[in-house]
């Protein structure tokens, strides 16, 4: 990592702790018993992409999963179980965050969709005090900028947008599949390896 002078960050599993097993098992309970088949934190079938990059509306997604379980679940317990894999945001990487927006441009750029981002927002809000936007200068969602990774597209809009030059730019993510198409762009990664923490890194 030399000469950096922007980071972007992933969220899931770099600043917010995520466990795609809770999903999973609550999921089981409600009788879809091979929701692995579908997502994964490596794997995802068409049906979730399109959530994921906003080509299905929310209405429509609680729909597709009622039909995947073949069983009349009512809505709020489809949003429970999907929204049982957002866990926690540990107080000293928000505090990490707001030191580098001081010294780095930041910037966040995430896989997710939009029940999660309207779970995930709240409860940070109520755990610190602070949504995601006030801890960088841009932020990006796959389900509003219709893209995703590891697409080249979406790294291409955050350098674009923001006029970042790729060499002075870090990205920090825990899924080392999303780092070739930015690699490709001339972008430094780091991959955040499992049990490892992001106050651990040598900014």
Partial sequence: MQNIKNIIFDLGGVIMNIDFKKTEEAFHVLGLENFSDHISQFHITDFFEKYETGMLSDEDFVKGLRKI??????????????????LDFPPKRIELLKKLKTQYRTFLLSNTNSIHHDEFQERLKREQGVYLEDLFERTYYSHVANLRKPESAIFELVLNDNKLIPSETLFVDDTASNFPQAEKLGIQVYHLKKGMDITEIEF
């Fill in 69 to 86: 379980s073949g069983k009349d679940i009512p809505t709020e317990k489809i949003i429970a179980a999907w929204n049982a894999l957002l």
